[in-house]
């Protein structure tokens, strides 16, 4: 049996040459959220509810197009891929009935991701449940077999959905997360995990409503799986492991009282109903709501709002055709009416509240509940079913997961943003909050939280990863942490950049997220987020989120080799020699060993160059100066720690090394070429040799810095070429560039 090609060893991954290899990864593709026939962004209506009829074949890309994106990623130095799916693109027309079309399309799209050697971990993705509760993931026939009527979602603000907003284009901003606390995907959550204990009436096809949602999706995965084994050439190769659902919500689970709203619940926009006014508005009844909105301290109150849904109902009418999916709904299961009200909470004649307390602890046995308890039963119940269900095809699986469970073959999969300048799409160089601090009680109030000026914001975010790589230790022990989501909106400020073409905002942002990532001490991350379809109207074309790092309407970062091309670059010329090695040990005297002074063109496949036709408004480079980056890839030895100085474009690695590094296995490290022209960067190292060398693949080429280094404590920098932002947008005005990238068939990167 062939060796695995990424393995788990306490906490952290190692090759097959018995390397440290540092996950440097990113989300593809946001398209996989929505259908590809039709194509329906949540800006649409058309067709919106029309649920079963429907294709994700040619999501997140076509197979034509893959080798485009994946070479541009690996371009980029990406080296893994968090693939995102959804149950509904499996299982979209009804309960077992798989789409084998869209099955056998994604397994040639992770061939092409073979040949252009990702790792990849398949991302069962949600939000909010699914596209009809506002957000992406489950089926349209999950809702209906919990007895929901999605079209009255909105009427009774059960859950806000854009595409059938009145205004799509005015929808408020990231007031879908709000779906988490509103009535559906508190209720459907809750029956998902803990049907059995809180909805016993609700049977469907002789079993309660939580085994059969919870079979059909790990149903759906495993059947997902079984096919990618029986290709016979992707397992290990390429699919390295699965992650659990994606932020798995608790519902009411634990909830103590449903008539206020609870203490921890940190996100509070537009209208913010109790469990309570939600389940009431959901049966029709108007309730007076408070209003918040998010500001640059966090959520404040607004106001108050009556909320009348006229009578309307979320819950299917009593005489909806239960049999449309050819299922049996059990008749101790009323159709028309509130499941909660069958099961006691409330009385609808009088709208009195019943059982406040109802969620607070377990029905059957009384057991006190809270999201502690929570994760550790009715959560790890289900991941373990998952984790059975996939290891029973794909053995060798890596699960990733979150939360984590006590795997030695388990990564802890975490969720990172800076929620302040995510919530209010704006980069406050003034002053942010540990907002980890302030959650996890470091503070006597949360004022103390506060940091003033962007070298402590920059701290403050490198801590508060720091701080959950150091939990992780302390609460799971020796597990690899990977941070599967991080990211910056890039509409900042009313879309100013877009309207500019100036992105410092953007860069500052994403180089603190990169600074904070490379001071955590964890083993990696998958940046949220790549996007095809991105423009600048529609941002990701869902919910308004506009968190991309590709945009069709902005330029890619050019190559130096392109630059060259430019009079109007501005380059770091001090040092005496771009192209010479220099030993930290001897003084910065020329080190011995020779390397190739002239940069060579890359290799491009005419398919993936890009149309020099300016895009519509004020293009920039979509601060790829701040993600384009070098990091390692594969070390000898201990990585203890990195990190890049993008303002003086230096970047620094120690590494302690048991042994020497074998000559067919060095200590490599991505040295992208915008930053580290190759005659035009200088290394300095504690010791040994390297080589910087171009690395071709089949629709990109990167360049990949080699370090044979000694036994013990390690260290190299590397001085590259700093540019003016300005300078890079003022080249694509120059003609002569222009002329000399069409001649040169120069992709624009």
């Not at 997140?60 to 990623?73: K, M, N, Q, Y």
């Not at 909010?128 to 929901?148: C, N």
């Not at 190559?559 to 060259?564: G, I, M, R, T, W």
């Not at 201990?638 to 690695?653: A, G, H, M, R, S």
């Amino acid at each position: 049996m062939a060796p695995l090609r990424l393995r788990i060893e306490g906490h952290k991954f190692y090759d097959t040459h018995n390397r440290e290899v540092t996950l440097r990864g990113i989300n593809v593709a946001g398209d996989a959220k929505y259908p590809r026939r039709p194509d329906l962004p949540s800006h649409i209506a058309e067709a919106f509810y029309d649920g079963d009829n429907v294709s994700f074949v040619g999501r997140p890309f076509s197979v034509d197009e893959a080798s485009i994106h994946f070479g541009r990623l690996r371009k980029w130095g990406y080296n893994t891929i968090r693939y995102i799916f959804t149950w509904e693109a499996i299982e979209h027309s009804g309960p077992g009935k798989y789409d084998d079309e869209w099955v056998a399309f994604t397994i040639e799209v992770l061939r092409l991701a073979k040949q252009h050697n990702f790792y990849v971990f398949m991302d069962p993705h949600q939000d909010v449940w699914s596209r009809f509760s506002g957000g992406s993931g489950a089926p349209l026939w999950t809702l209906y077999a919990a007895g929901f009527n999605p079209k009255n979602f909105n009427k009774t603000q059960a859950a806000l959905v854009q595409n059938t907003w009145p205004d799509p284009a005015s929808f408020p901003k990231m007031i879908w997360s709000t779906n988490y606390t509103r009535l559906v995907c508190q209720t459907i959550f809750t029956l998902f995990w803990a049907g059995r204990d809180f909805a016993p009436k609700a049977i469907i096809d002789g079993q309660n409503i939580q085994d059969y949602l919870q079979g059909r999706f790990i149903a759906a995965c495993r059947y997902l799986a079984q096919k990618i084994h029986e290709a016979g050439d992707l397992e290990d190769e390429v699919v390295i492991g699965w992650e659990s659902m994606n932020e798995p919500n608790r519902g009411l689970v634990g909830y103590q009282d449903i008539s206020v709203i609870p203490a921890e619940q940190q996100l509070q926009m537009g209208t913010s109903p109790t469990a309570f006014q939600a389940i009431l508005t959901g049966s029709g009844r108007a309730c007076e709501e408070t209003t918040w909105d998010f500001g640059s301290f966090g959520p404040r109150q607004t106001g108050r709002e009556l909320i009348d849904p006229e009578g309307e109902s979320v819950w299917l009418p009593a005489d909806f055709d239960d049999t449309v999916y050819g299922w049996k709904r059990d008749p101790g299961w009323k159709l028309g009416e509130c499941i909660w009200a069958q099961h006691g909470v409330w009385d609808p004649s009088s709208d009195e509240l019943l059982q406040k307390d109802y969620f607070s602890k377990n029905p059957k046995t009384g057991e006190p509940l809270n999201y502690d308890r929570f994760t550790n039963t009715y959560f790890v119940q289900h991941y373990r079913a998952y984790r059975d269900a996939i290891r029973s095809v794909h053995p060798g699986s890596i699960l990733f997961c979150q939360p984590p469970d006590d795997d030695p073959n388990m990564v802890h999969a975490v969720h990172y943003y800076d929620g302040l300048t995510l919530l209010t799409k704006h980069w406050n160089r003034m002053y942010n909050v540990d907002v980890i601090g302030v959650l996890r009680g470091k503070y006597m109030t949360p004022a103390f939280g506060i940091k003033i000026g962007e070298t402590a914001i920059r701290n403050c975010l490198r801590n508060q990863l720091k701080f959950l790589r150091d939990e992780s230790f302390e609460n799971m022990g020796d597990h690899p942490l990977l941070f599967t989501e991080i990211g910056i909106p890039y509409d900042m400020d009313d879309k100013h950049a877009y309207k500019t073409g100036d992105y410092s905002s953007q860069i500052s942002a994403m180089d603190a997220n990169h600074f904070a990532l490379e001071g955590s001490t964890s083993n990696g991350f998958t940046l949220w987020l790549y996007m095809t379809q991105n423009d600048h109207q529609w941002g990701d074309q869902w919910n308004g989120e506009d968190l991309s790092i590709f945009s069709n309407d902005d330029y890619e970062l050019p190559s130096a080799e392109s630059l060259k091309g430019s009079a109007r670059m501005s380059l770091n010329r001090n040092s005496p020699s771009f192209s010479r090695s220099r030993s930290i040990a001897d003084g910065g005297k020329v080190a011995a060993h020779n390397i190739r002074t002239v940069t060579e063109s890359p290799v491009i496949s005419p398919q993936s160059s890009r149309t020099l036709t300016e895009p519509e408004g004020k293009p920039g480079f979509r601060a790829a100066e701040a993600y384009v980056r070098p990091s390692p890839i594969y070390t000898c030895g201990d990585l203890l720690k990195y990190e890049f100085d993008l303002k003086n474009c230096t970047f620094t690695v120690s590494v302690n090394a048991e042994k020497p590094t074998p000559q067919d296995a060095p200590t490599e490290i991505y040295l992208p070429e915008f930053h580290f022209p190759k005659s035009e960067t200088v290394v300095y190292i504690s010791g040994g040799k390297w080589s910087i060398e171009t690395q071709d693949e089949i629709s990109s080429s990167f360049q990949v810095l080699k370090w044979w280094h000694a036994e013990g404590d390690q260290d190299i920098k590397v001085e590259g070429v700093k540019h003016k932002a300005s300078d890079l947008l003022a080249s694509y005005e120059d003609e002569s560039y222009l002329e000399q990238c069409q001649k040169n068939n120069c992709m624009v990167m």
